[in-house]
């Protein structure tokens, strides 16, 4: 890991100038385009994902500039491959969430026109749990360093927490592979999510527009609604488990990690509506996360000896999910049963 200064030091108005584009965004988001509850077109995610990948990379320019500026133009090109890869590394893992969130709103019927606010809900949770994971995550890192030692003949400073942290993404990459979509008779009504809901309020049978609590014979419930937004918070908990890890692999500065971490997240309520209806078009997705997943494995395990860069890493990253991405369309999955 590289021991230049974070961009915290060179520029901290960066901070409050990424903070204000997220509250304004999405305060438009939910307030301007979508304060009425309705189904997304094909043609308003094309828009939003457009905007969001654009902002995206607008800021990997940002960061580019800051540390061209403060350190020269080679360190510039490492924090800006390190972004870049950061940020690819976690939509395209975040992409696998897609699978699960169209099974978790079969599961619980949930009307089409209310799932931009239920994935609205979720991204909140995200941005919250997501700061948590990856500073707490660094600061552990940091912390976690074993002396200096000769391993093969070489000095080298082995991590504890990189080290597990690697064995995981491996095991977690082979366990992924050609495992299919096991969820597919999942009872999602009686994962933690739901039952964390169902703990604090009684829940209520059916749906009551896009409000979260109704009152019947008196009584303040829940709705389904609210349900389902535990359970996708869950879902992504569970999600960030594979990708934070994955992305500690590229870069020890927090700003850079979180940042590029909040930008693919939130497109990918865009990306949801996009894909939908053609998720059974990168069948071969997973099969491309898990390979990612397991190099990243790799890359952590071999870091003490072998330092594989960013612009490198981000290659090899892009090269797996394009060809994932061709093999999909070359050899689509069949679709069976009735389309929703």
Do not use: C
């Not at 809900?121 to 976690?144: M, P, S, V, Y």
């Not at 592979?177 to 999510?193: H, I, K, L, S, V």
């Not at 209806?277 to 990612?292: D, R, T, V």
């Not at 952590?300 to 330092?307: D, K, Q």
């Amino acid at each position: 890991m590289e021991q230049s200064q974070s961009i915290l030091d060179l520029h901290p108005g960066l901070v409050w100038g990424f903070a204000i584009t997220v509250v304004i965004m999405l305060l438009l988001d939910l307030g301007v385009f979508n304060k009425k509850s309705h189904e997304v077109s094909s043609k308003e995610a094309t828009i939003w994902s457009v905007v969001w990948i654009s902002l995206s990379m607008v800021f990997s320019g940002v960061v580019y500039w800051v540390f061209n500026q403060a350190e020269g133009h080679e360190l510039a090109v490492e924090k800006f491959t390190q972004y870049q890869a950061a940020y690819w590394i976690e939509k395209a893992l975040s992409v696998d969430n897609l699978f699960v969130f169209i099974l978790v709103f079969g599961f619980f019927k949930v009307p089409k026109h209310l799932h931009h606010k239920v994935l609205f809900w979720g991204i909140i949770g995200a941005l919250i749990f997501r700061a948590i994971f990856i500073f707490a995550g660094i600061g552990l890192i940091n912390l976690t360093y074993l002396p200096e030692m000769n391993v093969f003949g070489e000095p080298v400073k082995i991590n504890i927490v990189m080290t597990l942290f690697g064995l995981f993404l491996v095991y977690a990459g082979i366990k992924s592979w050609g495992e299919g979509q096991d969820d597919d008779n999942e009872d999602f009504g009686d994962t933690p999510g739901a039952k964390l809901i169902k703990s604090f309020w009684k829940v209520s049978d059916n749906y009551d527009g896009d409000k979260f609590f109704t009152v019947q014979n008196g009584i303040k419930m829940a709705t389904p609604l609210l349900v389902v937004v535990g359970v996708i918070e869950f879902t992504d908990v569970l999600f960030a488990v594979d990708s934070i890890p994955a992305i500690f692999a590229i870069s020890n500065d927090p700003f850079i990690l979180y940042t590029s971490n909040i930008f693919a997240i939130l497109g990918l309520r865009s990306l949801y509506f996009l894909l939908a209806n053609f998720i059974h078009m990168f069948s071969k997705l997973p099969y491309g996360l898990a390979i990612i997943l397991a190099f990243i494995g790799v890359k952590m395990l071999i870091a003490p000896w072998i330092h594989i860069s960013s612009p490198v890493s981000l290659g090899i990253v892009g090269g797996v999910l394009l060809i994932s991405v061709l093999l999909s369309i070359m050899f689509p999955e069949k679709v069976t049963g009735d389309k929703e």
